[in-house]
């Protein structure tokens, strides 16, 4: 099994990526979301105002990620309970995840774990201008997870950006191929195509 790490700042547009990944490779590809593995509520981080940080590597229960991911590897399915996030608009339910050619682990911070870089085969860098990913946010956050305008910019401001550029921007110059989500997002995703079928 290949492994190929999907990643990018909030609202760069990984799962537009995703779902052409997913319409090209159908049952060949397993996606693995690393918003599966959020940590309780109570074990995150706050910040010096009270309020969570979900921006943080550390959010994110990794070990259980790589123990899952090896599990995979060895040709076994995993089932696991997906994350609902802070608010009560989205229920939780339990996935059933088996091995297939490609596993696609998406994710913010899905290369910010060493024992990542030594699992993945490639690297996919979904970009995008923060002006357009913060848009995106607001819009999404509001309709799909209740959260206000003003409560998305704080996170924005405080804790999202921040980490865009401690721990997923770097990447950006590592990464095998960039997806430029800004404009034309169709020809990254045939680039990227393109390599895991050479791989």
């Known amino acids: 099994m290949k492994i190929l790490a999907l990643i990018g700042g909030s609202g760069s547009g990984k799962s537009t990526v995703l779902d052409g990944l997913r319409n090209h490779f159908g049952e060949r590809a397993a996606v693995l979301s690393l918003d599966n593995y959020y940590r309780p509520k109570s074990e995150l981080p706050v910040d010096e105002n009270g309020e969570t940080n979900f921006d943080m590597p550390v ?50 911070f899905a290369m910010a774990y060493p024992a990542m870089e030594e699992r993945v085969d490639l690297v996919g860098y979904i970009d995008a201008s923060p002006e357009t990913r913060l848009a995106r946010r607001i819009a999404r956050d509001g309709s799909e997870r209740g959260y206000t305008e ?24 590592k990464a095998d191929v960039v997806v430029d989500n800004e404009k034309d997002w169709k020809s990254g995703l045939n680039e990227l195509i393109d390599k895991m079928e050479k791989a």
Request: charged content about 30%; cysteine-free; proline content about 4%.
């Open 59 to 108: 959010v994110i229960d990794d070990e259980t990620m790589v123990s899952d991911i090896d599990v995979l590897r060895a040709g076994k399915s995993i089932h696991l309970s997906t994350y609902t996030y802070n608010r009560d608009v989205m229920k939780s339910e339990t996935i059933t995840i088996d091995p297939a050619e490609w596993l696609i682990v998406e994710g913010l």
């Open 150 to 173: 003003d409560e998305v910019r704080y996170q924005w401001k405080n804790h999202v950006r921040p980490a865009d550029i401690q721990f997923i921007e770097p990447w950006k110059t």
